[in-house]
């Protein structure tokens, strides 16, 4: 049932994710060019059994061409079902995601949704149109987003150890800030008749 008032439920998934360190544009790269190499080993089966039962088109003994393109609604359906049912079903880490040392992190819960899987890779029409902006908004994004990123609110994150070190080790970096400086201890201390011999004893 829908909401009849806003609720800001992404604010605690934000806060459980702040500091992650966020996925290189390389490693992205990769891992999106090794899944994309795998639908078409997954699916060139597939569509060699669709070409000699379903359609004829193929004899079993002449030579054939098998072309991996998306003009294809057969290409675009094992696209859809891989990178949908592998990243649902491993919460974001397909094996290209894996071998690049990247998952893909929802911002409103602790799993990818299956919607959010469909949303994100349908996204990739969005990133890819006029000449891949919808890519290159990595690099101005403060936290790295493309549009397929923003389309389905996820993030991608580094899970390369030396990422995860600095990401453990960057609290013991900050230098401790004091309190408060003298000025604001006076100012804190108001009206208070006993501020001054209160700081004249801690002096």
Same mark, same amino acid.
């Given at each position: 049932? %829908?909401?009849? *008032?806003?609720?800001?439920?992404?604010?605690?998934?934000?806060?459980?994710?702040? $500091?992650?360190?966020? @996925? =290189?544009?390389?490693?992205?790269?990769?891992?999106?060019?090794?899944?994309?190499?795998?639908?078409?080993?997954?699916?060139?089966?597939?569509?060699?059994?669709?070409?000699?039962?379903?359609?004829?088109?193929?004899?079993?003994?002449?030579?054939?061409?098998?072309?991996?393109?998306?003009?294809?609604?057969?290409?675009?359906?094992? %696209?859809?079902? *891989?990178?949908?049912?592998?990243?649902?079903?491993?919460?974001?880490?397909?094996? $290209?995601?894996?071998? @690049? =040392?990247?998952?893909?992190?929802?911002?409103?819960?602790?799993?990818?949704?299956?919607?959010?899987?469909?949303?994100?890779?349908?996204?990739?029409?969005?990133?890819?149109?006029?000449?891949?902006?919808?890519?290159?908004?990595?690099?101005?994004?403060?936290?790295?987003?493309?549009?397929?990123?923003?389309?389905?609110?996820?993030?991608?994150?580094?899970?390369?150890?030396?990422?995860?070190?600095?990401?453990?080790?960057?609290?013991?970096?900050?230098?401790?800030?004091?309190?408060?400086?003298?000025?604001?201890?006076?100012?804190?201390?108001?009206?208070?008749?006993?501020?001054?011999?209160?700081?004249?004893?801690?002096?």
């Amino acid at each position: 049932m %829908a909401r009849r *008032y806003f609720h800001a439920h992404e604010t605690t998934r934000a806060d459980e994710l702040e $500091g992650q360190p966020l @996925a =290189r544009f390389g490693q992205r790269a990769l891992g999106y060019w090794i899944d994309l190499i795998l639908v078409a080993i997954l699916w060139s089966p597939f569509e060699l059994f669709w070409l000699r039962y379903v359609s004829h088109e193929w004899d079993g003994k002449a030579d054939i061409q098998i072309k991996f393109d998306f003009h294809e609604w057969r290409n675009i359906v094992a %696209a859809l079902a *891989y990178y949908v049912l592998v990243n649902y079903l491993t919460n974001g880490r397909s094996l $290209g995601k894996w071998i @690049a =040392r990247t998952r893909i992190v929802s911002l409103t819960h602790e799993r990818l949704s299956l919607w959010q899987c469909a949303e994100r890779v349908l996204g990739y029409a969005a990133s890819t149109a006029e000449g891949g902006i919808g890519f290159i908004q990595y690099f101005f994004s403060p936290n790295r987003m493309c549009a397929h990123d923003r389309l389905a609110e996820t993030i991608v994150v580094d899970l390369r150890k030396k990422a995860q070190m600095r990401k453990d080790e960057a609290p013991a970096e900050e230098s401790e800030q004091p309190a408060g400086t003298a000025e604001e201890i006076t100012e804190s201390a108001g009206h208070d008749a006993d501020a001054p011999t209160a700081l004249a004893s801690k002096a």
